[in-house]
Every structure is written in C-alpha cells, then in structure tokens.
C-alpha cells in the first residue's frame, strides 16, 4: 500500500519567504506528526496532530512556524519570513493512533528545504 | 524527559563480519525504544522495536537488539554485514509517560561496510 508521501521532495527558497510543505499520511493513520532533520544531527520533533487538532505543538521553534491538518488527513506545514536557519530536511510520520499501544511511525521521504 | 546517546558517531566494518551499533538511553517512564535506519534519499524505516516484553528484539534483514535495564542500553546487533547494510542508524526512545509516542532520536551512526 500507499506509504506516507511529501511534497516537494525539494524546496529552495530566499530568505524571508514564505513555504508550504505538506505531508499526505498513511490512510487511516489518526496521528502525525512532524519532524525536523538538520545536517548531521537526528530528527527533532516538532508537532503531533491527532486527528484535526495539534495535541502537541511544544517542538515548534518559534511563531514563525505553523502547521495544520483540517480534515484530519493532509497536513500542511507552514514557515513565515524563512531564515538560513530553518534550511533543514522536514520529515512527516504518521501512526495508527491508539492510544493503549505504543505506535509504530511510519515517516516519509522528507522535504529537503534550502534557505538562500 | 528522554534522551539517547549514540555512542560511536562512525562505525567501520568488514562485509561478513559482525555488526555493533551502541545505544543508552536515559527515560522517566519505562521506556520503548526503536532501532530506525536511513539508506541516502531514504526514508527512515524501523528495524526493530521494544515494549516491554521480550528484551531480545529480532528485526528486519537480520538485525537484533538487546534491552538491558540495568546498563541503560539497547545495542543493535548483526551477525554477518552485507554491503547494503551501509547506512546511518538511529536509536530513538519513546516516554509513554505522556501518553502518545513522541520520539526522541539520538544522533545517528553512520555504518560504513567495505568489501
């Protein structure tokens, strides 16, 4: 089946712009959740949706990142004013949801985005 | 709060000899932990995982794993390296304390095999 899919693979931007990366889940996977990978270091969290809503948007590293996810499927994250600093590779993982179990993540290929 | 701390950064191995990748962790709650790999262009795809059953954990393409309480470790383990076992490897932890698995990755090791 249909893994976890990211689009663009590649974004190159200037700084200052804004982008759009969006993360299209497993179907019938409640959770996502979003990670960002910078060069040589492991993924960091970012936010976890359940459902429609961020149950946990702690990992965001500052009101210039957003995301959304309004019918509890595609998910959209959204950086403002983008800086050298966020150039990085954006994962996007997405789970089964339940809560009594730990989930498996199943993550996509990643965004790799490029601040100029 | 969680942590891991990869402890070799690169590990250099023959193809057929045995593979050692080191991992502690550190974890308010009983932990779960994962062993994820990530070919180049890849996405990141699990190996193995523990959840407080077994502490030996078999995986994919001959991988194991050994949860070991009392050295804070989960060691990934292969007998025999194939050349297409080059990769980088992360070890990650999961505090259920919060109810859902947010994962914390440690830095990653990148596995280089020579023929």
């Known amino acids: 089946g249909a893994g976890v899919s990211q689009t663009p693979s590649n974004k190159v931007t200037e700084k200052g712009k804004y982008v759009e990366l969006r993360c299209d889940p497993i179907?019938?996977?409640?959770?996502l959740y979003w990670y960002r990978q910078s060069l040589g270091q492991g993924p960091e969290f970012l936010i976890y949706?359940?459902?429609?809503?961020?149950?946990?948007d702690s990992g965001l590293p500052n009101d210039r990142f957003f995301a959304v996810r309004p019918e509890g499927s595609v998910s959209t994250l959204k950086i403002q004013r983008t800086e050298r600093g966020d150039s990085a590779v954006y994962l996007c993982a997405s789970s089964l949801g339940v809560a009594a179990q730990v989930d498996t993540q199943y993550f996509g290929p990643g965004t790799r985005l490029t601040v100029l | 709060a969680q942590s891991v701390t990869q402890l070799d950064s690169h590990v250099s191995v023959s193809e057929g000899t045995p593979v050692l990748l080191r991992c502690n962790y550190s974890s308010s709650y009983s932990p779960s932990l994962f062993w994820y790999v990530q070919h180049p262009n890849k996405g990141l795809q699990l190996l193995l995982k523990y959840t407080s059953a077994a502490t030996l954990v078999k995986g994919i393409n001959g991988f194991e794993a050994e949860f070991k309480k009392s050295e804070t470790s989960f060691h990934l383990t292969k007998p025999s390296a194939h050349m297409s076992d080059a990769a980088e490897y992360f070890c990650v932890v999961s505090d259920r304390g919060s109810g859902y698995s947010t994962l914390t990755f440690g830095k990653g090791t990148m596995l280089l095999v020579s023929p």
């Open positions: 949706f359940q459902g429609t809503g961020a149950a946990d």
């Open positions: 179907s019938g996977h409640t959770a």
